[in-house]
């Protein structure tokens, strides 16, 4: 089975946490969990204050190097009837917050997670990944 | 931070979930969350009797293509000081039970597992994915 329309449109717009697969220098595929949100049909995910191992993330130098990217989102618990996935693939770049008009993209980001009252949105330099998504597919249990 | 040694051992071998990254026809990345058991050190996924999005399953191909596969392993809650992610890079090959003393996998799978007792363990034919884990990275918020 498929999650209908209205049911992935619903996971984009609140489900918090997606897993991002991106290719790593010898084009094996590496993934790091990501919070994100979706404004005006894309993906945004910020660099955020959260602590992260080492300053120059891989997420960013794998997108740089090929922009290629799988986002999945998934809901786990033991009663397997009730287990989807959606999984997204698509282009992702590296931007800057003042290159784009990222006010709204902000604003959805602190209404989504309100970690960001005391977390810093952006580590220093600001940086968002914004992810472009080019073919949706979705699996349902039931 | 990192995760302790043994916070990772177990974690390996009681999470529930993993989200498998293969990579694609063209090299792009793939992902499916799965589920799996960890057996003399090689983590065990079972292709079993939930249903699936079509019959030749695409992590299957894309494993006999090219046997890089990154394994995630993660926690999400709202409290990020208590996120932590497991990442392991590894290689995998498609086995069927017969071909290798499945015997321990199959008895780990279903310690771990309660849902087999309902559910068939292996669709037809059976099958299983063998990883060989390379390369261990962790992050824990605190």
Request: aromatic content about 12%; overall charge negative; proline content about 6%.
């Given at each position: 089975m498929r999650l209908a329309p209205g049911a992935i449109d619903r996971i984009l717009d609140s489900w918090p946490v997606a897993r991002l697969a991106t290719l790593g220098p010898d084009g094996a595929p590496h993934q790091v969990p990501i919070v994100f949100a979706r404004v005006a049909g894309r993906l945004y995910s910020p660099i955020d204050g959260k602590p992260k191992?080492?300053?120059?993330l891989a997420r960013l130098a794998n997108v740089q190097r090929d922009s290629r990217v799988s986002v999945l989102l998934d809901h786990w618990e033991a009663?397997?009837?009730?287990l989807w996935w959606l999984r997204l693939d698509g282009r992702a770049r590296v931007v800057a917050p003042?290159?784009?008009?990222a006010g709204p993209i902000e604003r959805a980001l602190r209404a989504k997670y309100p970690q960001y009252r005391t977390l810093p949105?952006?580590?220093?330099?600001p940086t968002l990944l914004e992810i472009e998504v080019g073919r949706t597919v979705s699996w349902s249990a039931s």
């Open positions: 191992r080492g300053t120059a009663d397997w009837a009730r003042d290159e784009i008009d949105l952006f580590a220093d330099p």
